[in-house]
């Protein structure tokens, strides 16, 4: 159990043996004072503000996991600022990546985490005993209409989860206010028809305000579910859509690979921390590089016992196909939603008989376990 007052930070440091207690140092007095030890001749903040090194772990010849403990005060409790404390200045040193965070049980509680969590999406949707589907609304260019054409196709095809496209904002052909309304309407009507649970997950984009204004919008005309890309607008906004939400988020990973922060530690516990409530990742064998173990890390972070906070579901994307769909519910198990954009939308006019085939895949894997 960690002190209240420190929270540990663990980056993975490229450093001759020689040099390794000398980077290390430097390292906690970058994330802490920014400046060098001599110039601090307070007593408190020697004592209470300076991150200290508490543990460095050889990992290969010139590799080391290097362990910080950083005050919980110096991140004011807001999410933001503690990524600044754990990574801001460091993150500009090409040979140190953030590894790992470790809170402390209040400190997290503060945030919250999940709202919802993996039982609160099910919740919503209804999907027992299975992974959940889900689709995206492509290409961008299309009008609201041409959107909600699209959506009810997923929709009366048995998709669980229909999301715009992290790409769709609030551009001229489709305006953020006109396709919401759109798409929300035609996976109404296709829900009110079949007795289905289609939910769709609009996303939020521009300035605070803008999202502010789009969150209402989404709200009045009956989403159940938002979208939205922490690296594009904010880690701090994240946390606040999900303290004001009052509904489902999911966490787009647009950008996360521009920043040397692992990947299983900010799209599966970061994101989490902050009240992401399912985390979208490039799957290994996709349109992206990372490697199955990576993903396997990201799933495990997401889902595990960690502190009070709910576990987050986990969504593998980036390029899968239906015929991935056994592998995939072997490899993540029922709590997953699997995410197919691109391959199903390819079809074309025989987008419903694709879509079928996909809920139909899924549904199967499910009777075979």
């Not at 489709?174 to 996303?203: K, L, M, W």
């Not at 769909?325 to 390819?346: N, Y």
Request: aromatic letters at 6%.
């Amino acid at each position: 159990m960690l002190d209240e007052a420190w929270l540990h930070a663990t980056y993975r440091v490229e450093s001759r043996s020689s040099e390794i207690d000398a980077r290390a140092n430097a390292i906690a007095l970058e994330q802490s004072i920014e400046t060098p030890i001599e110039g601090v001749n307070d007593e408190r903040v020697l004592r209470d503000v300076v991150a200290r090194v508490v543990n460095i772990a050889r990992v290969a010849e010139t590799s080391f996991d290097v362990t910080i403990a950083i005050a919980v005060e110096t991140t004011g409790f807001e999410a933001g600022q503690l990524l600044n404390m754990l990574f801001g200045n460091t993150s500009l040193h090409d040979d140190v990546a953030l590894i790992d965070v470790e809170v402390p049980p209040r400190f997290a509680a503060g945030f919250g985490g999940p709202r919802f969590g993996i039982a609160g999406i099910r919740e919503i949707t209804g999907v027992r005993g299975r992974p959940l589907t889900c689709s995206a609304l492509k290409p961008q260019g299309l009008a609201p209409a041409q959107y909600a054409q699209i959506a009810g196709t997923f929709a009366h095809a048995g998709i669980d989860v229909v999301k715009d496209d992290h790409g769709l904002a609030d551009q001229s052909s489709a305006p953020f206010t006109a396709r919401v309304r759109a798409v929300q309407r035609a996976i109404d009507e296709v829900n009110r028809a079949s007795g289905t649970h289609c939910v769709y997950a609009p996303s939020l984009s521009g300035h605070c305000g803008q999202m502010r204004e789009q969150l209402l919008h989404a709200r009045d005309s009956g989403v159940r579910m938002l979208l939205i890309a922490p690296m594009l607008c904010g880690v701090a906004t994240l946390a606040a859509v999900a303290r004001d939400a009052n509904m489902p988020l999911i966490a787009h990973p647009a950008m996360a690979g521009a920043a040397r922060i692992a990947p299983p530690l900010l799209l599966g516990k970061l994101f989490r921390l902050f009240g992401a409530d399912a985390t979208i990742f490039p799957n290994s064998g996709g349109r992206f590089s990372y490697a199955a173990k990576v993903c396997d890390a990201i799933v495990e972070r997401a889902r595990a016992q960690w502190l009070d906070l709910s576990p987050m579901l986990p969504v593998p994307a980036g390029g899968m196909s239906v015929a991935r769909v056994p592998e995939m519910r072997a490899r993540f198990g029922d709590d997953a939603m699997l995410l197919i954009g691109g391959s199903l939308l390819i079809a074309g006019d025989q987008l419903l008989a694709r879509c079928r085939e996909f809920v139909a895949a899924v549904k199967r894997e499910g009777e075979k376990r």
